[in-house]
């Protein structure tokens, strides 16, 4: 117990120059950017700063996490629009492509460039996912509660009709 508490000391220690030692830091950002070249240095030049983010979590997770780690290191868009160029540009090869696979990996893209959106406006993907899931899980269970009131079946509807419907929901059920 007292090597695991005397490591755990000297990592914050030595992660943390800017409140232990001399360094000085201009910002939060900056705090992080130092403690991923201090983390990088432990680990060594030849294993990734991405080598111990759990492959196991969400994809969307993952996704975000990794993001968060090379942006701390200064690979990242200067600002927000950048980042939305890049959805624009990911959106206009997926118009593109004829094959499955390439459709595959472009979707990818396109989910992989929304994280990075998420996380540049501070919102964690998955959550806001699930939350999209609730809601429509919700209004659509609305939509065929409605059908069942007025004797109608959703699936004989028209899709302008169900559209319709949704849009009706959407004013009711958050």
């Known amino acids: 117990m007292k090597d695991v508490i005397n490591n755990i000391n000297t990592k914050l220690i030595n992660r943390h120059p800017h409140i232990f030692g001399s360094a000085k830091v201009k910002d939060a950002e900056e705090v992080a950017h130092n403690w991923e070249v201090l983390k990088q240095r432990e680990r060594g030049r030849e294993v990734s700063m991405l080598e111990n983010v759990p492959g196991e979590m969400p994809a969307l997770s993952y ?9 701390r290191v200064g690979f990242d868009w200067e600002d927000i629009e950048g980042v939305i160029d890049k959805l624009v540009e990911e959106v206009g090869e997926f118009k593109q492509v004829e094959s499955q696979e390439r459709r595959e ?4 893209d396109l989910l992989f ?3 990075n959106v ?9 959550s806001a996912l699930r939350g999209a899931n609730r809601r429509f899980y919700r209004r659509f269970t609305c939509m065929e509660e409605v059908c069942r009131q007025r004797g109608v079946n959703l699936a004989d509807l028209s899709f ?9 929901v959407k004013k009711k059920v958050e």
Do not use: C, M, P
């Open 105 to 108: 990996q472009e979707f990818g």
């Open 160 to 168: 302008d009709e169900q559209n319709a419907l949704w849009e009706e």
């Open 118 to 126: 998420a996380r540049r406006l501070g919102v964690d993907s998955e």
């Open 63 to 71: 996704s975000q996490e990794i993001q968060r780690r090379v942006a």
């Open 113 to 115: 460039t929304l994280v």
